[in-house]
């Protein structure tokens, strides 16, 4: 909910000064007459208008004014872009190198906890659940191609050596990506295990189906070798 009170020398004057500043029409918010004000005589006794306007806040306008003020809170020099597309709520964070930097933090750390907070200061007192996402100078789509290619060369060295391998710590988003990127695998699946900030996922064989594939591929090779006299 955004409060502001106007005055002027009538009470159209005030609420027009309110809507134009809130960059809103009238419709859109609530109107309550603190003082009609007096013309007086003369000049003598005159008193301006007071009116207090309330408008309810859209969740895309909480989300831009929660993170312009943590932003300004730590002292991050950022433009703010706001958009709603598809019922979700992304905000774009630019800035210089060094702010995205600040912004993103080790790994996006910083950056997911902002968009966690975000969430959580739009989703209140909404009916229904809206879907915030924040990102910086394209970070998360270069994030999901690192993992997507970390993905598929760890489940080549996993088909060679038929030995799992645990990747490092990710965020629930992360782990998604990496599954996902797996899926199609005939002969590699995907889990995860530990415990919150240190859930891993272990990407490995599936035992039967690789072992069937396996034996198949090394007699038909070895066949073929024959034929050849090595």
């Not at 408008?55 to 872009?81: C, R, W």
């Not at 950056?111 to 739009?122: H, I, R």
């Not at 789509?141 to 290619?149: D, Q």
């Amino acid at each position: 909910m955004i409060i502001i009170e106007k005055s002027g020398k009538t009470i159209d004057e005030a609420v027009n000064m309110a809507l134009l500043e809130l960059n809103t029409d009238r419709e859109n918010v609530e109107i309550e007459v603190i003082n009609e004000g007096k013309r007086g005589i003369l000049g003598l006794g005159a008193e301006n208008a007071v009116v207090r306007v309330k408008m309810e806040e859209s969740p895309l306008q909480k989300a831009e004014k929660y993170v312009k003020s943590v932003m300004d809170k730590f002292g991050i020099e950022t433009e703010i872009k706001g958009s709603v597309e598809d019922e979700t709520v992304n905000i774009e964070i630019v800035g210089d190198s060094e702010a995205v930097g600040k912004v993103i933090g080790r790994r996006g750390d910083t950056l997911d906890a902002l968009q966690y907070l975000t969430s959580l200061v739009v989703n209140k007192d909404e009916e229904d659940y809206i879907r915030v996402t924040i990102d910086t100078e394209n970070y998360r789509g270069k994030r999901e191609e690192t993992l997507i290619k970390l993905a598929k060369r760890m489940a080549g060295v996993v088909s060679r050596s038929r030995k799992s391998v645990t990747l490092e710590p990710m965020n629930p988003n992360e782990r998604r990506i990496i599954h996902s990127a797996l899926q199609e695998y005939r002969n590699i699946t995907t889990y995860s295990t530990g415990k919150e900030p240190n859930r891993c996922i272990v990407i490995t064989t599936k035992k039967k189906e690789y072992d069937e594939n396996y034996v198949s591929k090394y007699r038909y090779n070895r066949k073929e070798n024959e034929l050849e006299g090595v």
